[in-house]
């Protein structure tokens, strides 16, 4: 690792500019994907489900790859990790675009969707990875690296925020002189262009943060020569997670959190249209949210600096926990309810940006014990949660709305007491119990001390 001294000020101030298109970028699939294949495409229900839980599948087993890989192969020429800032962004303009292209809604236009969704996530995938990774190498102490992981979540709450009015707004642009066929597609560009050109300003702000490939294989060869050893130790994923329990603990700790961000984004709108009976609230709850999380991400580092990042992210749980049992002792009163669930999406957000520290932590502990770098396959695993958790939402929202005997075609005005009472549940015990039961396993099983 390079010796360079302190952070840039380009580097506290705009480190996450990538992730804000990032952000931009990957709504336009969480908003309007469905809609395009049903309604543009027009695929039946049943082969949209078939696609997307391939590439939902695909995409999570190979979130598990992505770190050992940049572990594993040769560095390039600007470095292990900061190499892949712009080797593989350039592509995904192209590839994320193709999946919303209308060919058929037969085999052949099911079959080259799922392929550019597959494709495009891997091209997106290896830069997201590499630019956490990032956050390891640039920082060399706590209060670096939670400065540029508090940066970074601010400029992904800000996107949430730009986007809902932002993204409709290029939708309508492009369908007026595109047609709507073409409108997505078009978006899905120009946002994935977005974050090709912030990850290109992050490629040039590490600029000296880290070696180049030259200067790394290079040290390679002169610590083969001095230790007498005839080949470089292998690289083993494996390895790095079974030598650290502190890891193993995080990881699950890490999934309850998502599987909290799935189930309250998924069923807010069956609260504020069948408890609430006002689905106009909805924009604003998701407002309010998003505005939070934007002061969450930027207040984290201070409260990191007086408690640590575990225990920052422990404290934010329990929060999340008791606003959430909180909530549901009155969930027929919605403005509670929405300021209850509001600090719990505001305790999340502030834990965010622990994450990328707690990691970092668990590589330097893998690395010392194995006696290799093992960054890019530690770090790699801050991906796995959310692919589990995009997995686990449609199971848990549909076992959810299941127990509460929901039926849509049921009058929203007309609800009973049990439906009601069972979405309440799934909106805010459920999550509350789940993060309470992650806040356990972090508090026990993860006990690496603070240390600069």
Excluded at 31 to 55: E, P
Excluded at 211 to 224: D, N, P, S, V
Excluded at 274 to 281: H, P, Q
Excluded at 351 to 371: I, Q, V
Aim: aromatic residues 12%.
């Amino acid at each position: 690792m390079k010796n360079q001294k302190g952070l840039s000020k380009s580097l506290k101030r705009f480190f996450g500019v990538g992730d804000f298109g990032f952000g931009l970028m990957s709504n336009i699939d969480t908003f309007y994907a469905s809609y395009f294949f049903t309604n543009i495409a027009k695929f039946s229900l049943s082969a949209v489900t078939v696609m997307t839980t391939i590439s939902a599948v695909v995409d999570a087993v190979l979130s598990c790859l992505y770190g050992p890989l940049l572990n594993r192969i040769k560095p390039r020429k600007w470095g292990r990790y900061r190499s892949w800032l712009i080797l593989t962004p350039w592509l995904v303009p192209f590839l994320y675009a193709m999946q919303f292209v209308k060919i058929s809604n037969g085999i052949a236009g099911a079959i080259f969707i799922t392929m550019a969704m597959i494709t495009s996530r891997i091209a997106w995938n290896i830069p997201f990875v590499a630019n956490i990774s990032m956050i390891n190498i640039v920082g060399k102490t706590q209060k670096e690296r939670m400065a540029l992981s508090s940066t970074r979540m601010v400029w992904t709450s800000l996107a949430t925020v730009v986007y809902s009015y932002v993204g409709p707004a290029a939708v309508a642009a492009f369908a007026g002189f595109l047609g709507e066929t073409n409108a997505y597609a078009a978006t899905a560009f120009s946002f994935a262009a977005l974050m090709a050109a912030g990850y290109y300003a992050h490629f040039r702000m590490t600029k000296g943060y880290e070696e180049t490939g030259e200067e790394e294989l290079k040290r390679i060869a002169e610590e083969t020569a001095r230790t007498k050893q005839q080949k470089q130790k292998k690289v083993s994923a494996l390895a790095a997670i079974g030598c650290n329990p502190h890891l193993i603990f995080l990881f699950a700790s890490n999934i309850t959190k998502y599987i909290v961000l799935f189930l309250v984004n998924g069923l807010a709108i069956y609260y504020f249209e069948y408890v609430s009976k006002d689905k106009g609230l909805l924009t604003g709850f998701l407002f309010a949210a998003n505005l939070l999380g934007i002061g969450a991400s930027y207040c984290s580092r201070f409260i990191v600096a007086k408690f640590s990042a575990k225990r920052t992210v422990i404290l934010g749980y329990l929060v999340m926990g008791v606003s959430g049992i909180s909530a549901f002792l009155v969930y027929k009163n919605t403005m509670v309810v929405m300021v209850l669930m509001c600090i719990l999406l505001f305790s999340m957000n502030m834990t965010n940006s622990c994450d990328p520290e707690l990691y970092a932590k668990c590589a330097a502990y893998s690395g010392s014990k194995l006696g290799y770098d093992v960054t890019g396959i530690v770090m790699g695993l801050l991906t796995v949660p959310i692919k589990v958790g995009i997995i686990m939402r449609g199971i848990l929202i549909s076992a959810c709305l299941s127990l509460a005997h929901f039926d849509v075609g049921v009058d929203p005005l007309a609800s009973t007491e049990e439906m009601q009472r069972g979405i309440s549940i799934g909106f805010m015990i459920l999550p509350a119990l789940v993060i309470l039961a992650g806040a356990a396993i972090l508090g026990f099983g993860y006990r690496l001390k603070q240390e600069d």
